[in-house]
């Protein structure tokens, strides 16, 4: 993600060139960190600590190497190079400015490049260098407070975090929208989908908890309480498989970037009713996401607004129907494919063929990102059985200290046995 830093001191400062270390340690091997190495305790309004994470460039680096993202964005600007050749652009968190330059080569008479870190002043030596200067204004500041003199035609910003909505980025986006977007604008990505579903994951439940019962030959199962609580109490940013999945994908929530509001924001819930496909060990569940670049406000084939297909994506095989098994509930884990499936009407490309607009996907059978995917375990696994009911409510909602921070508590109902997670995402 990109990001922007109401106290980041002058642009002529250089960025830190050693970031520090991550706030998760994002391997499929993942061990969360001491309280001491997160953000700083901050108030509501306080994003220093959020701001300086990403004033490192290793947070950057990071990002631009992740090919999946930066070559979608890069495909979406293209596809829509017919919207925004000869037009006003405005990338909110610029970042290293990689974005504006993509909108930059694809015709825009002005890009407004607003960035509140310290990168600003490193985005315009970029932009100089690649003799663009004429073309990218880069604003030093926070969306919230800079000021653009003119209405923009197109808004991009890369602004998801972990299980979508993590940072409150997209509370900038909207911002900027209601300041500066003209009625018609475009905005890309235009909507977004979270997804949920319950895993089992034996193999990492065994090397993190089940590894204490013999170690080197000596007994030390009394740490495998302590194990649990470090090892699952925080949500697990890490990469599962398709083989981890247990039930047709849920869809969480949906977020329309043209019409969503700053309230709707800071909470979401839902109620959930999925079915396994075989038996196994519950051990928790898994979030992933993905956004399109349709750049409609009601596009006529997004599963996001088709009724059909919302049913389809969220509805799990009813009595009557057999159990999917894991081919078809790929076939449901990503935009993309349910669209395949729907055979839903494309819309026209710029040059009038039926192409569809890039999608990116976090979604475990689809190449893997710097986002992984989010998983919340429990202490100890539950047993499910082949279609067996797995039901509950999931609510998502900003932390009221820091609402960069995301609250999430699981509610979870399974035959006769009730369990609770709440924990929060920092």
């Given at each position: 993600m990109q990001h922007q830093d109401p106290n980041a001191a002058s642009s002529s400062r250089q960025p830190d060139p050693h970031p520090p270390r991550r706030k998760r340690q994002r391997t499929n091997r993942r061990r969360p960190r001491p309280p001491t190495q997160r953000y700083p305790p901050l108030g509501p309004d306080d994003d220093r600590g959020y701001f300086e994470f990403y004033s490192h460039l290793g947070v950057h680096e990071e990002m631009l190497k992740d090919h999946v993202r930066t070559s979608t964005y890069r495909k979406a600007i293209m596809y829509h190079q017919a919207s925004i050749e000869g037009k006003v652009v405005l990338d909110v968190g610029c970042g290293t400015g990689v974005?504006?330059?993509?909108?930059?080569?694809?015709?825009?008479?002005?890009?407004?490049?607003?960035?509140?870190?310290?990168?600003?002043?490193?985005?315009?030596?970029v932009?100089?260098?690649?003799?663009?200067?004429?073309?990218?204004?880069?604003?030093?500041?926070?969306?919230?407070?800079?000021?653009?003199?003119?209405?923009?035609?197109?808004?991009?910003?890369?602004?998801?975090?972990?299980?979508?909505?993590?940072?409150?980025?997209?509370?900038?986006?909207?911002?900027?929208?209601?300041?500066?977007?003209?009625?018609d604008g475009l905005i890309l990505p235009s909507?977004?989908?979270?997804?949920?579903?319950?895993?089992?994951?034996?193999?990492?439940?065994?090397?993190?908890?089940?590894?204490?019962?013999?170690?080197?030959?000596?007994?030390?199962?009394?740490?495998?309480?302590?194990?649990?609580?470090?090892?699952?109490?925080?949500?697990?940013?890490?990469?599962?498989?398709?083989?981890?999945?247990?039930?047709?994908?849920?869809?969480?929530?949906?977020?329309?970037?043209?019409?969503?509001?700053?309230?709707?924001?800071?909470?979401?819930?839902?109620?959930?009713?999925?079915?396994?496909?075989?038996?196994?060990?519950?051990?928790?569940?898994?979030?992933?996401?993905?956004?399109?670049?349709?750049?409609?406000?009601?596009?006529?084939?997004?599963?996001?607004?088709?009724?059909?297909?919302?049913?389809?994506?969220?509805?799990?095989p009813t009595r009557t129907q057999p159990a999917p098994n894991w081919e078809q509930v790929q076939n449901i884990a990503s935009t993309e494919a349910a669209l395949e499936m729907l055979d839903l009407p494309l819309p026209p490309s710029g040059d009038g063929h039926n192409i569809p607009p890039p999608v990116l996907s976090t979604a475990p059978n689809e190449p893997s990102t710097h986002w992984e995917q989010t998983v919340l375990y429990f202490y100890d696994p539950v047993d499910v059985e082949n279609n067996q009911v797995i039901e509950g409510t999931l609510t998502l909602s900003q932390n009221p200290t820091n609402k960069r921070f995301l609250n999430i508590r699981l509610d979870l109902i399974l035959g006769g046995l009730i369990l609770k997670k709440e924990t929060t995402l920092r």
């Open positions: 974005l504006a330059i993509f909108c930059a080569q694809a015709g825009a008479r002005k890009v407004y490049a607003v960035e509140a870190c310290e990168f600003a002043g490193l985005v315009n030596t932009v100089e260098e690649n003799k663009l200067s004429d073309i990218i204004d880069v604003l030093h500041g926070r969306v919230e407070e800079v000021e653009i003199h003119e209405q923009v035609d197109v808004i991009v910003s890369e602004w998801m975090g972990y299980m979508l909505v993590f940072e409150s980025m997209l509370a900038s986006v909207i911002a900027a929208r209601d300041r500066w977007l003209k009625q909507s977004a989908l979270l997804y949920m579903a319950p895993i089992t994951h034996p193999e990492r439940y065994s090397e993190t908890i089940d590894f204490w019962r013999d170690v080197h030959g000596i007994d030390m199962s009394v740490i495998r309480p302590y194990a649990k609580q470090c090892a699952f109490q925080d949500p697990c940013v890490e990469t599962i498989t398709p083989a981890n999945i247990l039930a047709w994908p849920h869809l969480v929530t949906c977020i329309n970037c043209h019409t969503i509001t700053i309230p709707e924001l800071e909470s979401f819930q839902t109620s959930f009713n999925m079915r396994s496909v075989r038996k196994a060990p519950l051990h928790g569940f898994a979030f992933w996401f993905d956004v399109d670049f349709t750049g409609s406000n009601q596009p006529t084939y997004s599963p996001i607004r088709s009724t059909q297909a919302t049913s389809i994506l969220v509805t799990p």
